[in-house]
């Protein structure tokens, strides 16, 4: 606990109970509204509350709700700059409850999220939320973490597989989401909570669709069947078959007594779904059909499909009207506004289009996603348009200006589904990455600098002055920041694909990456331009070290090698040969006589550089190792793995000494300090973890927005940098450790 917490754990329970449960209702009460904003801005008090075993989040979120903003104007001390400082902080708990539930310690690290915010009460608390050294946390030391403005309001987690489809009910309390773990699930918006799983479905779930009353669910998928759910009862009603092949698509009629279908068969079907018969069949498109929606009045339907057209469908004759042309792919989503007048669509051409159903003609593009857009949902009003690609991100657009109104990034996987609420404040969208994220869309407004690339951060390195950072992305481009200022100081382009890997040589004057496109370059970090090309894989380089002289390099590719190259002949020294499968990453001792290797055929290896020929094999991994770091005294090695765990090896016995537990997921990056006593690992679990390699405990975690794909340490042992799967750079800072360690000696 912090010192104040510490002064009120003095006091006896009684007095504890009573201060913390009355103060601020007290405040409330006598209209001291001066001392309720003081009180819930000092982060003393929320540690405090937050952490005594009788009160928790929920009562501190409660705290919060205790002034009704729209009855406070009236008191002469409402001061709305203060109480918009609170709904942050109210917005910050709700965004990092499921953190803060698990370790109320996090609580620091979370209110990070306002780092954005310059208000004076918000930078206050955040100064004395700084000096929190209760115990060892990682501190952000320059935003990083999505802030509460930016939209996200909650995420719901539950499906084991990518989240394809998702509909809201008519009266935004509930969201239906299907997934390709073959469930359909029934999620509480309120509460952010799951209430039910619909489970039937042999294959994977690919659309949803909730009659108007929300009572019922209609559902497609891959196992070629309609299935129709009671939500009252919780159980399947029945099932429609008819379709040959996977059922893309799923539209109902506002009365809800008719569905359509969409099918990879290149039909679309219209089922009634009172006598649960097929009605007819739509035949026309000339390939799968992937989206389907209908007008209001249940008059007209309208197709998208891979032969890159969309159709409009009069339903009451069961005849095509006409078919729109203009895109170059496939037409993946397709969504009407509620007047029935206009048709937008979304395509592998990067791009929607906005149709005139009354002319049949394409009336504008929107252009800016990078990838495939996937999804778009339009709101009631027909004014705003929301879109999901294959790029992680939702853009909103103004239909009435017809540009961009701002994005929406946080998804770690590509956008699949996004629906929008009816009174067009909230979207939900879901995505690849298994997950489903609740958006807030007032309040625009602010817009945040994000520190990082456009995608996924697959390697970092740190100079040995531990003043600036590289970090090298799948956008295949490395970036050069400043690490006292963490600002970015230019970009390395060059190669043709994702960059993995990166190292920096001891003089900080020459980086050297590894790509997907098999070559490795050497940079000039003076200059900021490319020195030289090594060419000699086969297949991407997944890793690179350097020698401390910076006269060698040594790398390891997906083509089962490594090789040792000579930075000033710049010529290939000589190749390592012995994994079976990919080597994704090497490490080097310091004294450049040994390499460490982690490869996808499960072992770790060691090798004599001098006499080039394999010394030994490290096993016990049972899976995939991704990352290996070895200590400054070349005596251990540290490797992480696909299974989740970390392993530290004795180099001198050639033994396992002892297993790191506590990743949920794949361990993708470890290093390691310059003393040899911690160890720091990522994961796809989201989190970056600081063990104690003499009490093999976790000593502190941090939590980013997407999975950590890399993390290196300065020589400092304290300023660490990472690398995640959406693209972002953090850079933190190692607090408390100094009294953590005074508490273990004494």
Known sequence: MG?????????????????????LPNYVKSGN???????????????????????GLQALIDDFNLVDDSEAVTNPEYNPEKAKALN???????????????????????????????????????????????APWLRPLAPCLTPPCRGLLGTLEGHRNSVNAVAITEDGKRVISGSSDNTIKIWNLSTGKEEFTLTGHRNSVNAVAITEDGKRVISGSSDNTIKAWNLTTEKEEFTLTGHSNSVYAIAVTKDGRRAISGSADKTLKVWDLTTRKELFTLEGHSNSVYAVAITKDGKRAISGSWD????????????????????????????????????????????????????????????????????????????????????????????????????????????YAVAVTEDGKQAISSSRDNSIRVWDLTNQKEEFTSHGHTYLVNAVAITEDGKRA??????????????????????????????????????????????????????????????????????????????????????????????????????????????????????????????????????????DLVTRNELFTLVGHSDSVNSVAVTADGKRAISGSIDNTLKVWDLTTRKEEFTLTGHSYSVKAVAVTADGKRAISGSSDKTLKVWDLSSRNVIASFRGESSIACCAIAPDGVTIVAGDASGRVYFLRLEGITEYLEKEMA
């Open 33 to 55: 509204l001066q001392k309720y904003y003081q009180t819930l801005t000092d982060f003393n008090f929320l540690m405090a509350k937050l952490q005594h075993p009788e009160f």
């Open 88 to 134: 942050l902080i109210e917005a910050v708990l709700w965004m990092s409850a499921e953190i803060l539930d698990e370790d109320k310690t996090k609580l620091a690290e979370q209110l990070g999220r306002l780092r954005y915010f310059k208000m004076p009460e918000i930078q206050a608390m955040l100064e004395v939320a700084k000096q929190w050294k209760a």
């Open 470 to 607: 590289i970090s090298g992305s799948e956008d295949s481009t490395l970036k050069i920041w400043d690490l006292t200022t963490r600002k970015e100081l230019f970009t390395l382009e060059g190669h043709s694909n994702s960059v993995y890997a990166v190292a920096v040589t001891a003089d900080g004057k020459r980086a050297i990456s590894g790509s997907e496109d098999t070559n490795l370059k050497v940079w000039n970090l003076t200059t900021g331009k490319e020195e030289f090309t090594l060419r000699g894989h086969n297949n991407s380089v997944n890793a690179v070290v350097v020698t401390a002289d910076g006269k060698r390099a040594i790398s390891g590719s997906a083509d089962k090698t490594l090789k040792v190259w000579d930075l000033t002949t710049r010529k290939e020294e000589f190749t390592l040969t012995g994994h079976s499968y990919s080597v994704n990453a090497v490490a080097l001792t310091a004294d450049g006589k040994r390499a460490i290797s982690g490869s996808e055929d499960k072992t770790v290896k060691v090798w």
């Open 308 to 415: 890159k057209t969309l159709k409009v469908w009069d339903l009451i004759t069961g005849k095509e009207e006409f078919t729109l042309k203009g895109h170059s792919y496939s037409v993946h989503t397709v969504a009407v506004t509620a007047d029935g007048k206009r048709a937008i669509s979304g395509s592998r051409d990067n791009t929607l289009k906005v149709w005139n159903l009354t002319s049949g003609k394409e009336e504008f593009t929107l252009k800016g996603h990078s990838y495939p857009v996937y999804t778009v949902a339009v709101t009631a009003d027909g004014k705003r348009l929301i879109s999901g690609s294959r790029d992680k991100t939702l853009k909103v657009w103004d239909l009435i200006t017809r540009n961009q109104s701002f994005i929406l990034g946080g998804h770690s996987g590509w956008v």
């Open 3 to 23: 010192e104040f917490a510490d002064k009120l754990a003095a006091k006896p329970l009684s007095y504890q109970r009573a201060y913390l449960g009355s103060l």
